[in-house]
Structure formats: C-alpha cells, structure tokens
C-alpha cells in the first residue's frame, strides 16, 4: 500500500448552550496522540459560557447567528484550513487515537474522501447504553442508507478532505428544519464514496433519546429526503453512483497503462 503525505486535521465543533460538555470534549481533543491543525468551535447563539470555555479549551471561536447545526457547520468548514475537516459535537468525547485514526485513513489510501465512525453513549442507565446505542445508530444507517443507497455520515463521528466540502458545499442546504447530517450525505454520496470505519469511535451523550429530541430528528428526517424527491429518488442515485464508479475504475485504468508505458519506454 502506497504511503501518501500525513494531512492535517481541523476539527469543527458547532455549539449552542453546552459549555460543560463542550469543556470535557475540549479536553478529549487536548489528550490526542496527534494534535490537530485547529479546532474551530461555531457558537451557534449561545446565551451561556459556551465560547468562553472553548476560548479557554484552546479553540478558535467563530459565530454564526443563522439558528440550525447546519449554517453553524458550514461557518467552521469553510474557515477550515486543514486538509481534512472532522466534524463532532458539543457533547462528543473522543478517544486518544480519534486523530490518529483519521490521519492513517486518509494518508494510506488517496481515494478515501469521506469517513464516518460509530458511537457509544456515555450517560444514561449503564447497562442500557450499549444497546440504545445500537438501536440508535444502527436505525440511523440503515435507514438513511435505504434513501441514500450508502453509508450517510454521522455528525458526531465524520471526516471529509477538504476538497469535498469545496465540491459540494453550494449544493448543501443550510435549513435548520432538514436533518443536517443527512442532507451533508445526500450531496457527498452523489460524488464520493463515504466509507464506515468499525475503528473510528467516540462517546456520545443520550440526550438525543429524551424527550422529543428522537421525534424532531425523524421529521427532519422525512423533510430531508422529501426536499431531494424526485431527482435523488435512491435507484436513480444508485445508477448515477454506478456509472460514476464505472467512469473512476476506468480513468484509473487509463492512468495506470500511461504510466507503465512511459516507464517502459527505451530511453534515449
């Protein structure tokens, strides 16, 4: 396996009322094996401490006062410098190898554009987590990726080069009434392959489950995939994505013969 140059990372974190579970994810951050280039924290119309503490966890405060994780995202892409944007949340708590991690994935295989991970929860009844976690996750993936035909990202737990977002960020919608995540999968799906790496996990708070949050996420769900019918219906997505990958191995194919007839070539 070829080694290509080791890129670096930002790390964009949007926030909105969550200071205390923004400083133990800061502090997660602080304790990687490899630093990141930066990390952008988005406060997203704070009326607590929130880009204080991020301010004191060693982050860039940015501001965005478009209400929606979306527009809030966006802000800490497109000021992002590094080669590859991460993306977590507030309540998000990561591993000491979550860079590591990253930086192996894409610096061993130049066509990994797109990474996203699973997650565990961190609070809530301990014996309840493990399973919830499944449920919850594994609802997401399966039917997301029903309408999708592959892999969504999970917020909480993704990567793309940077060049992706450049790509796609003019077609990505920034309504806060769309499930964020899902419609970011809809436009990368179109010309990247998101793959799902079992390695690259973090911690997540169970506050997703409580209360009406698990219903708010479904109906923006539904809007999401309502708003990219009928032109993203999933058979005609899987027949783009298969003629795309037929026009990629192809153009590799075509790559690969130039260069071997050039080495092969008698010297002068």
Known sequence: MTTHDRPTVSVVVPVKDDARPLERCLASLARQT?????????????????????????????YQGTPGIAAASRTGYDRARGD?????????RLPADWIETLVEAF?????????????????????????????YLGAYYALAGLALT????????????REAWEQVRDEVHDSDRLHDDF???????????????????????????IGGGGALRVRRGFSTVVVHWPHDLPWLRLARRVALRR??????????????????????
């Open 34 to 62: 490899v630093a990141p280039l930066e990390v952008l924290v988005v406060d997203n119309g704070s009326s607590d401490d929130s880009a204080e503490t991020a301010a004191k966890g060693g982050a860039t405060v940015l």
């Open 84 to 92: 590859v944007i991460a993306r977590i949340d507030a309540d998000t």
């Open 107 to 135: 610096s061993s295989d130049a066509a990994v554009d797109v990474v996203t991970g699973r997650s565990i929860f961190t609070d809530g009844p301990r014996r309840a987590r493990r399973i919830a976690a499944l449920l």
């Open 150 to 161: 592959h892999v969504p990202v999970f917020g909480s737990n993704f990567a793309m080069r």
């Open 183 to 209: 419609d970011l999968s809809y436009h990368l799906g179109r010309r990247y392959r998101i793959r799902l790496l079992p390695q690259l996990r973090s911690g997540i708070s169970m506050r997703p489950l």
């Open 247 to 268: 026009r990629q191995r192809l153009s590799a194919l075509s790559r690969t013969a130039a260069l071997t007839g050039r080495s092969s070539s008698p010297s002068r």
